[in-house]
């Protein structure tokens, strides 16, 4: 059973940084693409950041620029760098993994998700 479980969130001024976590167990890098999320309030999930087999990553165009996705092999953990937040950043922000032929910036193709950890902005 794949689990995901994110840490990091906090609050932070406007123009100030954070890096999120996200321990996952239960899933083999060659057959799953993990994924960052968040939803404000109001508003539907939407990704933020992907990664698949080959540390290959995609970054949605909202935070392109401003918010790097990676990994560490060796622990099974994936961060998301965020610099230069805005107040639009704040949001709960989800850990997901998905099958890998259905890596995509479309929420429903993942399986598993964390409980999230919220961020919030204030100018």
């Known amino acids: 059973q794949v689990q995901v479980v994110e840490s990091g969130g906090g609050s932070v001024q406007a123009g100030g940084s954070l890096r999120l976590s996200c321990a996952a167990s239960?899933?083999?890098?060659?057959?799953?693409?993990l994924g960052w999320f968040r939803q404000a309030p109001g508003w539907g999930r939407e990704a933020v950041a992907l990664i698949d087999n080959l540390d290959r990553t995609r970054t949605a165009d909202s935070v392109k620029g401003r918010f790097t996705m990676s990994r560490d092999n060796s622990k099974n953990i994936l961060f998301l760098e965020m610099n230069r937040l805005t107040p639009e950043d704040t949001a709960m922000y989800y850990c997901?993994?998905?099958?890998?032929?259905?890596?995509?910036?479309?929420?429903?193709?993942?399986?598993?998700w964390g409980q999230g950890t919220q961020v919030t902005v204030s100018s």
């Open positions: 239960g899933y083999t890098s060659s057959t799953h693409c």
């Open positions: 997901a993994a998905g099958r890998l032929s259905r890596c995509s910036f479309q929420v429903e193709f993942f399986d598993y």
